[in-house]
Nanobody, 126 residues
């Protein structure tokens, strides 16, 4: 599976951005797609995830209420709508893919995912 992320950019505090991630190749009938981010000199951290079947969503506490993950199954694409952005949201955002039935206890773990996109930079200025 190949993942193509897009939508990053520079935005002021309080602004909004929408990231997209399109999956291509041998996707399965059910899968989980997630977003992680990595700020300079910090470890990669979970942001949000969504299951293809049923659309169940999962969020990090730091983004709950501000970010919304959604999907378009026909396009094998997930979106991350980011509102009320803060400088601490500045990071490279990566999308990730796991084929097969979801294991909810693992969706926040980067090791759970089989494929990764190239990353897109989000910069929030103060």
């Amino acid at each position: 599976v190949q993942l193509q992320a897009s939508g990053g950019g520079l935005v002021q505090t309080g602004g909004s951005l929408r990231l997209s991630c399109a999956a291509s190749g041998r996707t399965s009938s059910d899968y989980t797609m997630g977003w992680f981010r990595q700020a300079p000199e910090k470890e990669r951290e979970f942001v949000a995830a969504i299951r293809r079947v049923g659309g169940g969503t999962y969020y990090a506490d730091s983004v709950k209420g501000r970010f919304t993950i959604s999907r378009d199954n026909a396009k094998n694409t997930v979106y991350l709508e980011m509102n009320s952005l803060k400088p601490e949201d500045t990071a490279v955002y990566f999308c990730a893919f796991n084929a097969g039935r979801i294991i909810t206890g693992l969706v926040r773990n980067s090791d759970y995912y089989d494929s990764w996109g190239q990353g897109t930079l989000v910069t929030v200025s103060s």
